[in-house]
């Protein structure tokens, strides 16, 4: 065989073998929806938490507590969650505070601090009375600490979520949930 018909051929399987790959892969971006597919590592950015956003930010969040009040300075967002009646379990709340936890320091990247209280509202007297209070930081706990929150079972916590979140609970709050729970 000569030289040049080697050549020749491997010049030609060479664009087969492009041609081919060029049409696989457009057959596949086909299938999955086209230029709509991004790859898994064009993650979202996260988002810069201001004064201006608060509120926006703060509304997307799903809770079935309405939050009382709102602070944001200096990297610290401080929230109150208001807990009115006593049909809110132990479980929601545990799952208001994970997703006030998810939304701090997963979707946003200049808080460093959240604290976080659980109020009671006495609806006939209007008066507030501290249930729980949590102070999450950033990088003192594993991010799989938001999730075992959230799934948390008990209304007793763990010492391991106490310290993670440096969580406190009140005796109202053991009255309410912790001795209940048990009788």
Avoid: C
């Amino acid at each position: 065989m000569k030289p040049r018909m080697i050549v020749t051929a491997s010049l030609l399987a060479t664009v087969a073998a492009v041609l081919l790959l060029v049409a696989i892969q457009t057959l596949h971006m086909r299938t999955l929806g086209g230029e709509n597919v991004q790859p898994v590592s064009a993650a979202q950015h996260p988002v810069q938490l201001t004064e201006d956003n608060l509120v926006d930010v703060l509304s997307t969040m799903k809770l079935s507590t309405p939050i009382a009040r709102v602070e944001w300075k200096q990297s610290i967002l401080t929230l109150d969650l208001k807990v009115t009646g006593t049909s809110t379990s132990y479980t929601e709340i545990y799952g208001n505070m994970a997703t006030v936890a998810d939304l701090g320091f997963r979707s946003l990247d200049n808080v460093e601090q959240v604290m976080l209280r659980v109020m009671a509202e006495d609806e006939w007297l209007h008066k507030r009375h501290l249930l729980l209070a949590a102070d999450f930081r950033r990088g003192e706990w594993p991010m799989y600490a938001i999730e075992t929150l959230r799934d948390w079972k008990s209304p007793i916590l763990s010492d391991e979520l106490k310290d993670w979140f440096h969580m406190m609970e009140t005796e109202l709050w053991k009255k309410q949930f912790e001795m209940s729970s048990q009788g």
